[in-house]
């Protein structure tokens, strides 16, 4: 069993930063993020969820949504078994509520998930002047 838990959201004028993070623990005392998949999504209310960006366990490099690439980047800690997303020049249309999702994927693509096991509670992003 893992959990998730999100962190940083909150209300930020157009045009401003925001970093989340994803905060993960396990059962076991030897759990480790690192062989896990991890995914950030976004759901605004009457709106499909979307997923903004992955990381792999293959080469821990990361995947983007086109509508964030070059404005959004992820990132692990794994000595903090934390993923981070940073997100700059933030737009309106980013307002959402932020997911983070894991599932054990060791040394495979995140593009390779079909479904996540794990997910967060959720964080609020408001971007509004």
């Known amino acids: 069993q893992v959990q998730l838990a999100e962190s940083g959201g909150g209300l930020v004028q157009p045009g401003g930063s925001l970093r989340l993070s994803c905060a993960a623990s396990?059962?076991?005392?030897?759990?480790?993020?690192?062989?896990?998949?991890v995914g950030w999504f976004r759901q605004v209310p009457g709106k499909e969820r979307e997923r903004v960006s992955c990381?792999?366990?293959?080469?821990?490099?990361?995947n983007y949504e086109d509508s964030v690439k070059g404005r959004f980047f992820l990132s692990r800690d794994s000595d903090k078994n934390t993923v981070y997303l940073q997100m700059n020049d933030l737009k309106p249309e980013d307002t959402a509520i932020y997911y983070c999702?894991?599932?054990?994927?060791?040394?495979?693509?995140?593009?390779?998930?079909?479904?996540?096991?794990?997910w967060g509670q959720g964080t609020q992003v408001t971007v509004s002047s």
């Open positions: 999702a894991a599932v054990y994927l060791p040394l495979r693509s995140c593009l390779f998930v079909v479904s996540y096991d794990y």
């Open positions: 396990g059962a076991t005392s030897g759990f480790s993020l690192s062989y896990y998949a």
């Open positions: 990381t792999s366990t293959s080469d821990y490099g990361a």
